[in-house]
Structures are given as structure tokens and as C-alpha cells.
């Protein structure tokens, strides 16, 4: 039954992942202006990194506890830690680079932004399968 919890979890933060970056970023990008989706973005990526990390936070307890420190469990710290980067560092870097108008120190930002959230969906897929 834990296994089983633990399983759909990792599933839905990756399923969370993924249509939070195919469908949610596209479609917002498309359909509101500029201001309404810098607005919209900053509302709910603290949301979106926020909850990722609280769900695979508790999904690690289960596993640490029944199997100890292994490689799924690496690969779930490692997921946090990134969601945690992107949370406390990275977002509050891109939205000052943005405000400032600093487009190159934004891109910079804003492309590892982008790598860190694909690691993440890498290393769920192989946590998954």
C-alpha cells in the first residue's frame, strides 16, 4: 500500500511537471499579454516549485525509511535539492534580471531554469521505470 502511494506520487510530480511545462507555460505564453503572464507566472511558479518539492519531501520518508539510503532515494534528494534552487535562488534572480531589464543575465537564469526542470522530469522517468 506505501509502495503503491509512494509510486503515484513520483508519478503525479512528474505528470505535474510535465503539464505544467507542455501545456500550462505554452498556452499562457500565447494567450496573455506580456504583463498579464510575467503576473501569472510569478503567482504560480513559487506554487509549482513549492508543492513538487513538499510531495517528493514526504514520498523520501518511506522510502528512507523501509529501504535506507539507495539510488531512488539519491535521485528524489536530488529532485529536491533542484526544486529548492529554483525556489529560493533562481526565481527570485530571474524576476530581479527581468525587472531590471538585464536580458542577458535573464537568459542565463531563465535557460537553467529550463535544464534543471528537464533533469527533474529525466531523473523521475528513470525513478519510474
Do not use: W
Not at 54 to 80: D, E, Q, R
Amino acid at each position: 500500500m506505501i509502495a503503491n502511494l509512494v509510486f503515484v506520487s513520483i508519478a503525479a510530480v512528474l505528470g505535474i511537471m510535465l503539464f505544467f511545462s507542455f501545456v500550462v507555460a505554452p498556452v499562457g505564453f500565447k494567450s496573455l499579454s506580456e504583463k498579464s503572464y510575467r503576473n501569472f507566472i510569478r503567482k504560480i511558479f513559487p506554487f509549482y516549485y513549492s508543492i513538487n518539492l513538499i510531495i517528493l519531501t514526504f514520498v523520501s520518508i518511506p522510502i528512507y525509511t523501509y529501504h535506507g539510503i539507495n539510488f531512488i532515494l539519491i535521485l528524489i534528494y536530488i529532485c529536491c535539492a533542484l526544486f529548492a534552487i529554483s525556489l529560493f535562488i533562481l526565481m527570485p534572480l530571474i524576476n530581479k534580471f527581468r525587472d531590471k531589464k538585464n536580458k542577458k543575465k535573464f537568459k542565463i537564469a531563465h535557460t537553467t531554469s529550463v535544464i534543471i526542470n528537464f533533469v527533474q522530469i529525466f531523473l523521475l522517468i528513470i525513478i519510474i521505470f
